[in-house]
C-alpha cells in the first residue's frame, strides 16, 4: 500500500500529468520496490479505473483527453485544433497530437473521446509554445506554424479562418520557418496569404 500511496502523490500533478513505466521504475526502485510487483500494481491501480493507458507504457491518473499527447513527447497540438485553442474558430476538435517519435499514427480512443496523431519528421518539429489550457500547459503550434503544417498535412483552410490567422502571422518568422521546406509548400503557403491579401482588398474597396 505504501508503495501506491507514494505513486498517487507523487505522479497525479498537473505539471507532469503522465508518467511511464520507467519513471515508476526509478523512483519506486530508490523506494525498494521489487520489480516484479511494478507492473501488478499497475495492473490494479488501472482495474480500479484510477489510472488510464495512454500508450504503450505511459499512463496517467487524468481523466481529461487533453493529457493524452503528453504520451507522445516531444509533441505539439497543431492543425485544426491549434485554431480551436487559439480561438481563430467556434469549432470544437478533437485533440490533433503532432510528434516527431515513430508511432503509428491515426485517430485513438481516450476515456470517451477520440484523438488523432500525426508525424512529422524532426527537420519540421518547430514553432509551437506552451499555451495554459484549462488545468494544463500544453504545446501549440503558433500561428506560422499552424498555417505551414495545414498545408503540409493538406487540410483545407476557410477563407475567414485564413483572414484571421493572417492578422497573427509576422512575415519575418514565416520566411525563417519556411526556410527547410521545398517549392511546393513555399508557393502553396506565400499564395494563400497573397490571396488572402487580395480578398482583404477587395473587401475594403467595396465597403468604401
Not at 84 to 91: A, G, S, V
Not at 149 to 173: C, E, M, P, Q, T
Request: charged share 25%; proline share 3%.
Amino acid at each position: 500500500m505504501k508503495y501506491m500511496e507514494f505513486v498517487r502523490k507523487n505522479f497525479n500533478d498537473a505539471k507532469f500529468p503522465v508518467f511511464s513505466l520507467t519513471d515508476l521504475r526509478v523512483s519506486l526502485g530508490l523506494n525498494g520496490m521489487r520489480p516484479a510487483y511494478l507492473k501488478r500494481m499497475v495492473n490494479y491501480l488501472m482495474k480500479k479505473g484510477e489510472i488510464r493507458r495512454i500508450t504503450k507504457g505511459v499512463y496517467t491518473f487524468h481523466d481529461d483527453i487533453t493529457v493524452a499527447g503528453f504520451g507522445f513527447r516531444p509533441f505539439y497540438y497543431g492543425l485544426e485544433n491549434a485554431l480551436t485553442i487559439r480561438k481563430l474558430w467556434e469549432q470544437n476538435t478533437n485533440p490533433v497530437v503532432i510528434t516527431c517519435r515513430n508511432v503509428r499514427t491515426g485517430t485513438r480512443k481516450f476515456g470517451n473521446g477520440n484523438y488523432l496523431i500525426n508525424h512529422i519528421s524532426k527537420e519540421f518539429f518547430f514553432g509551437y509554445e506552451f499555451i495554459r489550457y484549462y488545468d494544463y500547459w500544453i504545446p501549440v503550434s503558433d500561428y506560422e506554424k499552424t498555417l505551414i503544417d495545414l498545408v503540409y498535412f493538406g487540410h483545407y483552410i476557410r477563407d475567414d479562418v485564413l483572414l484571421l490567422l493572417r492578422k497573427h502571422i509576422a512575415n519575418s518568422k514565416l520566411e525563417g520557418y519556411l526556410a527547410p521546406y521545398g517549392p511546393r509548400i513555399k508557393t502553396r503557403v506565400k499564395g494563400l496569404l497573397r490571396s488572402c491579401h487580395a480578398q482583404k482588398t477587395a473587401t475594403s474597396i467595396a465597403s468604401a
